[in-house]
């Protein structure tokens, strides 16, 4: 991999590569193997400010302070069921505070509340970020799945 992968792409390619061996191990198609290594191979090529773009993809139109009063009036149940896009918006705007990333972190990913009442917010952003990274890779997984059991 390039020396000028951000940390988001190197996380990425190390998750999709993990992901490969996963699969490889558990007797994939050899067809959805190689698929993931072409996914791989795509993103690791990928020029940084593509990749920035994917990463920071939100939408900036002054409506981050809004978005805050809404989430700490949002319900537990709406947090549980917040989309993944929803998740990152939240993660990269910088006026998010340390306590609606902890309710995100436990409300929907489902972090234990003893141990993210001691993060940081940038361990929060971190934590949110890998769980968002997780879920995109095995949305990417379950695609090629279905795309070759089809």
Request: proline share 3%.
């Amino acid at each position: 991999m390039k020396a000028t992968k951000s940390a988001n792409a190197s996380k990425l390619l190390k998750f999709l590569n993990v992901q490969q061996s996963a699969l490889r191990t558990a007797g994939a198609p050899a067809s959805l193997v190689s698929d993931l290594a072409r996914l791989c191979d795509y993103v690791d090529n990928l020029p940084e400010a593509e990749l920035r773009q994917i990463f920071t993809a939100t939408k900036h139109d002054g409506s981050s302070r809004n978005q805050q009063k809404r989430l700490m009036t949002i319900s537990d149940n709406e947090l549980c069921n917040l989309d993944i896009e929803a998740a990152l918006k939240f993660v990269n705007d910088p006026e998010t505070d340390r306590e609606t990333l902890q309710r995100i972190a436990i409300l929907r990913f489902g972090d234990p509340k003893g141990s993210v009442t001691r993060f940081s917010k940038e361990k929060l952003i971190d934590r949110i970020g890998t769980y968002i990274l997780n879920e995109k890779g095995h949305d990417a997984i379950r695609r090629m799945v279905k795309i070759n059991s089809a």
